[in-house]
Nanobody, 121 residues
Framework: QVQLVESGGALVQPGGSLRLSCAAS????????MGWYRQAPGKQRELVAA???????NYANSVKGRFTISRDNAKNTVYLHMNSLKPEDTAVYYC???????????????WGQGTQVTVSS
């Protein structure tokens, strides 16, 4: 049974930076494309970044050049480094495994609790 545990969210000022972490268990982590999703109040959950086991990445246009996704297959962990944060980045951030590098669909029905990122002055 897959378990995904996100951490690292916080209240940060516009222009600030954060690093989110997601620890996965119950799966052979290196087999999966992993991704970060976010859901803002009143909006649908969207994929913001994905990474293959070998490190090929894909980003939503809204975060390209500001966010960097990375992974450590030895630690079963995926990271999201967020720079130049904007108020519109405010959301709960989740990790899951997209069905492909360019797919929005999440492979696992079970989601973690997410981690709240709030960008505000």
């Amino acid at each position: 049974q897959v378990q995904l545990v996100e951490s690292g969210g916080a209240l940060v000022q516009p222009g600030g930076s954060l690093r989110l972490s997601c620890a996965a268990s119950g799966i052979i982590f290196r087999f999966y494309v992993m991704g970060w999703y976010r859901q803002a109040p009143g909006k649908q959950r969207e994929l913001v970044a994905a990474i293959t086991s070998g490190g090929i990445t894909n980003y939503a246009n809204s975060v390209k050049g500001r966010f960097t996704i990375s992974r450590d297959n030895a630690k079963n962990t995926v990271y999201l480094h967020m720079n130049s944060l904007k108020p519109e980045d405010t959301a709960v951030y989740y990790c899951n495994a997209p069905t492909g590098l360019y797919s929005d669909y999440a492979r696992f029905a079970s989601w973690g609790q997410g981690t709240q990122v709030t960008v505000s002055s």
